[in-house]
């Protein structure tokens, strides 16, 4: 049984940095796409950052410049690093890892007070 286990979120003021850490545990083949979604209240969910197979990269315009996401494939882990933080990217971040299957995480909550 696959499990995506989040960690790294937390309260950090403007300005500040996060890292996100996304380890898929079980056993998993040929994954196509590992990503980072976000959730604020009363908004939809929307990606952040995704990096598919080949290591090409896709972010939201707003995070463009601020947000780096990398992998580890070895250890089927996702990472955003997270800097220059503002008050709107408050939400909670979702991870999700697509091979023949879509799994997501349970979701890690990321504060920016102003």
């Known amino acids: 049984q696959v499990q995506l286990v989040e960690s790294g979120g937390g309260l950090v003021q403007a300005g500040g940095s996060l890292r996100l850490s996304c380890a898929a545990s079980?056993?998993?083949?040929?994954?196509?796409?590992m990503g980072w979604y976000r959730q604020a209240p009363g908004k939809q969910r929307e990606l952040v950052a995704a990096?598919?197979?080949?290591?090409?990269?896709n972010y939201a315009d707003s995070v463009k410049g601020r947000f780096t996401i990398s992998r580890e494939s070895a250890k089927n882990t996702v990472y955003l690093q997270m800097n220059s933080l503002k008050p709107e990217d408050t939400a909670v971040y979702y991870c999700?890892?697509?091979?023949?299957?879509?799994?997501w995480g349970q979701g890690t909550q990321v504060t920016v007070s102003s």
């Open positions: 079980g056993r998993i083949f040929s994954i196509n796409h």
């Open positions: 999700r890892v697509v091979s023949v299957v879509e799994y």
């Open positions: 990096i598919i197979r080949g290591g090409s990269t």
